[in-house]
């Protein structure tokens, strides 16, 4: 990531607020013009610290949605494997290597309780997956 000065971290922040705000609404808020908020974006998306821009979708319109999260062990070196592996899996919305007592976290969603067993199953009978622990969202509190 580049060096990142005032302007940049206050530029991300109003990004992280709204991605869509305009360069000119961005100008404003900042006191600096729409060519300084453009060439600082060229700039941040050159260097790699700005990867992309998405959009986030409410879930609360599926009440029935199951989230969980994912703990995985993995034996020895099946890292890539395994992570290859749960890649293909749609009701992996994420997958995060870490430190600790486990290798990978990973970020589930199905649309029932039956499916979620049936996507444990699966991701337990990964080769290479020697351990599991799954918890269950039941709210969110804060994104």
């Known amino acids: ?8 971290r206050r530029l991300l922040a109003a990004l992280r607020v ?3 705000e305009s360069a000119a609404s961005l100008a404003r808020r900042l006191g600096v013009t ?3 908020v453009t060439s600082r974006l060229d700039r941040l998306e050159a260097s790699g610290t700005v990867l992309g821009y998405t959009v986030r979708v409410r879930e609360a319109d599926d009440p029935d949605l199951i989230r969980a999260v994912g703990f995985i062990e993995i ?3 099946s890292t890539d494997h395994v992570i290859r592996q749960l890649r ?3 009701e992996v ?5 870490t430190n600790g007592g486990w290798d990978l976290v990973a970020e589930l969603r199905t649309s029932s309780l039956g499916e979620f067993d049936r996507v444990l199953a699966r991701i337990r009978s990964v080769e290479g997956v ?4 799954t918890s ?3 709210s969110s509190v804060l994104r």
Do not use: I, K, Q
């Open 136 to 138: 269950l969202l039941l």
């Open 75 to 77: 034996e020895g070196r």
């Open 34 to 36: 729409r060519a300084t």
């Open 93 to 97: 919305a994420s997958l995060h290597t």
């Open 130 to 133: 020697v351990n599991s622990e």
């Open 18 to 20: 709204d991605a869509r």
């Open 1 to 8: 990531m580049a060096d990142l000065d005032e302007l940049d």
């Open 88 to 90: 293909g899996f749609p």
